[in-house]
């Protein structure tokens, strides 16, 4: 398709990114934590978290998740802790590329509608919402907790009030591109669309093939995403690295604007009223609802698998928030297994993978060591979703 088609095409990102919001009165910086307000978190048909963090045997600092969004205002309490930063540049000299990306002053990411990695803007409050639903970590037991507190957000804005629709699509893909260069290992999307692109899907591709996680949101449009005309892009590409992800309210329900699929959207989390950090030129905390929400509780829950066993890869992690997913009634027909995110479950798969592992090691050195004659390595076998998958053939492109 002629990048002429593709632009004329292109969805128009803008409204489509952003939930129905509603500012909760009444929060403040001094107010106690207000992880108890929180059903997402505690709540019935939350995610579990507390028993999550319980569990949790490793550092939530060790992951970067790249929030490709309207930008993050870091100087929000509950997230000042939690700035992916770039020390090469942060010590380096202005306006200098110091660490040769390609990018000058990029020390929390980069602004790619202001060009500029010197400060981070989030006039909406959209990508602060989002950040804080993965990562927020309130040192001083007031404030709000994110799923992996802690956890380092490379802020990667691609929206402004003024940014068109192409506009907007371009500087996703230089985003896409901009964290599998840096390090990230999970990308969150909670925008997207009905058109297909083929520059982003090569850059979709280029993060599967780099190992890398992304987390994309399925949609407000209330329409069934397995049909074709109802496809919802990025979520939609079907790439082994995606996870399409609905919403669900604090009864268990489908939020009624999320768009569902029993074969293509992969699990629903929370994403009704759900009470985050926003940018400090709003006020500290609100309350925002839709799938954009819901995608960022599933990024967390891949960053705290993630901080528990750092080898694992991509598809280890998609198949355990999937697969561990607790069965709902009220989801029958919505996400593939009828699940909805837990990320208490999630955490115990990991770990039993992580068991299974050291014991599956321990024969193979020993059997090595007693008859090297008999030696075998592992690697003649493979599960199928380490396999390279064919490329996906796309009606738009009339193949």
């Not at 009828?338 to 090691?361: D, F, G, M, N």
Request: with cysteine.
């Amino acid at each position: 398709m002629a990048t002429t088609d593709v632009k004329r095409n292109v969805r128009m990102l803008m409204g489509l990114i952003f939930a129905l919001s509603s500012t909760q009165p009444g929060f403040s910086q001094t107010a106690p934590s207000l992880v108890t307000k929180s059903w997402a978190l505690v709540g019935t048909y939350g995610i579990d978290a507390r028993k999550a963090w319980s569990q949790l045997r490793g550092s939530c600092a060790s992951v970067t998740v790249a929030v490709i969004d309207t930008g993050v205002d870091f100087s929000h309490p509950d997230l000042k802790n939690s700035a992916w930063i770039n020390t090469k540049e942060l010590n380096g000299k202005p306006n200098h590329d110091d660490d040769g990306n390609g990018f000058n002053d990029d020390i929390y990411g980069y602004d790619f509608v202001e060009k500029t990695g010197k400060v981070s803007v989030d006039e909406h409050g959209h990508g602060s919402h989002i950040a804080g639903i993965i990562a927020a970590d309130s040192k001083d037991g007031s404030g709000i907790k994110g799923v992996c507190p802690g956890a380092k957000i490379m802020s990667l804005r691609y929206h402004g009030p003024k940014v068109t629709g192409p506009q907007a699509l371009e500087y996703t893909v230089n985003a896409i591109h901009y964290a599998i260069k840096n390090g990230a290992k999970i990308i969150n999307y909670s925008g997207g669309g009905r058109y297909y692109s083929g520059e982003e899907f090569a850059a979709m591709k280029a993060a599967e093939a780099a190992g890398v996680l992304v987390v994309a949101a399925a949609g407000n449009e209330t329409s069934n995403v397995d049909q074709e005309e109802n496809r919802y892009y990025p979520a939609s590409y079907g790439l082994t690295n995606i996870i399409s992800v609905g919403g669900i309210d604090s009864t268990g329900s489908k939020v009624r604007s999320s768009n569902w699929g029993s074969h293509s959207v992969d699990i629903a989390a929370p994403g009704k009223e759900i009470l985050s950090t926003t940018s400090t030129r709003k006020g500290l905390y609100e309350m925002l609802t839709g799938t954009s929400q819901a995608t960022a509780f599933v990024s967390g829950v891949a960053a705290l698998i993630y901080a528990q066993n750092s080898n694992l890869k991509f598809n280890d992690v998609r198949d355990i928030i999937v697969n561990s997913g607790k069965k709902t009634k009220t989801l029958a027909g919505m996400v593939k297994q009828s699940s909805r995110l837990s990320a208490a479950s999630a955490l115990e798969s990991a770990k039993k993978r992580q068991v299974i592992a050291r014991k599956s090691a321990k024969p193979a050195k020993r059997v090595a060591k007693k008859k090297p004659d008999l030696e075998r390595s592992t690697a003649t076998w493979q599960n199928h979703r380490n396999q390279t998958p064919q490329s996906q053939i796309h009606p738009a492109l009339n193949q």
